[in-house]
């Protein structure tokens, strides 16, 4: 990564920490101005130039380039999984840095990113507060009845056992962008989709979700890149007793090996399989489309009606073609597609003007949403022009 421009006014620099790539983004708060990138992930490696690492011990190269060169007051940090302790911004500290250490397992492909780089940047040399968001905070109040499993009270309680949903902050900013299109709606039935590596829905009434597809773990739900989703759990202990798995097998097997890689013997990206003509590649295109026709469906049953989807998401965002055929044939729904349809720039309509559903595909603006949070919390404008004084 190039070095970038110093500049010397005061920003707050947004992580993104994903499966494959980590988001940054550095933000002028009071005017919303930001600049950014996507970086591959490297956690855990050195390997900074020799001044820089007298800086920014331990740090990548990228993060030290953009400490080097922005003056940076704070630093947010999106962590997938807080557990049932943490569900709202936490400024870290020694006590529950400890704590999110042991959340790792809940969120295997994501806490430890996130963890990793937070400890990367506490032990840089200068002292920079970090805030962590969580994406499961935009799901902490859903229904009861969405939000429990059916499991012994004892269990539930001892625990702390609930579905936390994810994607949060995505399925935010589809819903702002929603509104944003629609200033006249002050009540509707939404469902939003992030389809990426990682893929969520999300059933949303007045702007408020009432159902997710994630769960207790990101895992739940739909077919992902990597990730079984729903599976019966009575064939996993099955699978147990069979092969002999230990917990960290089993879970290795759901979270690495599983989903549209596993079931199509390999392929990691959804455009080159939804391209394919082999019966195998298929197949697995066929079973994630049907997994999210399945449950839009549900979801239209739990709202009653629909007035839009909106999807987002490499996927989504990447493949109008893949949109428009996980939206296909669902005329029942009220859901009328423009054809021919070509990618053009988002947010992008992809229904017909006489459509009762509204269909967009949109891109979501996560550091918005993680931004938008801590200003919640924290009245977060104020406290920032403090730090820059």
Not at 225 to 237: A, E, N
Request: net charge negative; charged share 15%.
């Amino acid at each position: 990564m190039s070095s970038l421009p110093r500049y010397d006014k005061p920003v707050l620099l947004v992580l993104n920490p994903g499966s494959s790539s980590i988001k940054w983004s550095t933000h002028n708060v009071s005017a919303l101005e930001y600049a950014g990138a996507t970086v591959p992930v490297a956690i855990g490696q050195a390997g900074v130039g020799q001044s820089a690492a007298q800086t920014y011990p331990g740090a990548p190269p990228w993060l030290t380039d953009v400490l080097t060169n922005h003056d940076v007051r704070a630093v947010i940090i999106r962590v997938v999984h807080g557990g049932s302790e943490y569900l709202k911004p936490l400024p870290i500290n020694d006590d529950n840095f400890r704590q999110l250490q042991t959340l790792i397992p809940l969120a295997p492909l994501h806490n430890k990113a996130a963890i990793e780089l937070i400890e990367q940047l506490r032990n840089t040399r200068i002292s920079i507060p970090v805030f962590a968001v969580f994406d499961s905070e935009f799901f902490s109040n859903l229904p009861v009845v969405s939000r429990i499993y059916g499991l012994p009270v004892a269990l539930t309680e001892k625990y702390g056992l609930r579905r936390y949903g994810f994607h949060g902050f995505a399925h935010e900013s589809m819903v702002k962008q929603w509104e944003t299109v629609n200033p006249d709606n002050e009540h509707y039935t939404l469902v939003t989709a992030q389809l990426g590596s990682g893929c969520s829905m999300a059933a949303i009434r007045d702007g408020k979700p009432v159902d997710t597809t994630m769960g207790f773990t990101p895992n739940e739900g739909l077919l992902m890149r990597t990730r079984s989703g729903d599976i019966d759990p009575g064939l996993l202990t099955w699978l147990q007793r069979q092969e002999g798995w230990t917990p960290e097998e089993t879970d290795h097997v759901l979270n690495h090996e599983s989903g549209w890689r596993g079931l199509s013997g390999g392929i990691d990206n959804m455009a080159d399989l939804f391209a394919s003509e082999q019966p195998q590649h298929q197949l697995a295109f066929d079973f994630f489309r049907y997994r999210f026709q399945k449950t839009l469906g549900a979801y239209f049953a739990i709202l009653g009606e629909l007035d839009g989807v909106v999807l987002s998401g490499g996927i989504a965002e990447n493949n109008v073609d893949i949109c428009c055929r996980l939206l296909s044939g669902l005329f029942h729904l009220g859901i009328t597609l423009k054809e021919p349809l070509v990618q053009s720039a988002l947010p992008l309509i992809l229904s017909q003007p006489a459509s009762p559903v509204q269909c967009w595909v949109v891109a979501a603006d996560e550091a918005d949403s993680m931004l938008r949070s801590i200003q919640h919390h924290f009245s977060f404008e104020n406290e920032f022009q403090s730090l820059a004084d």
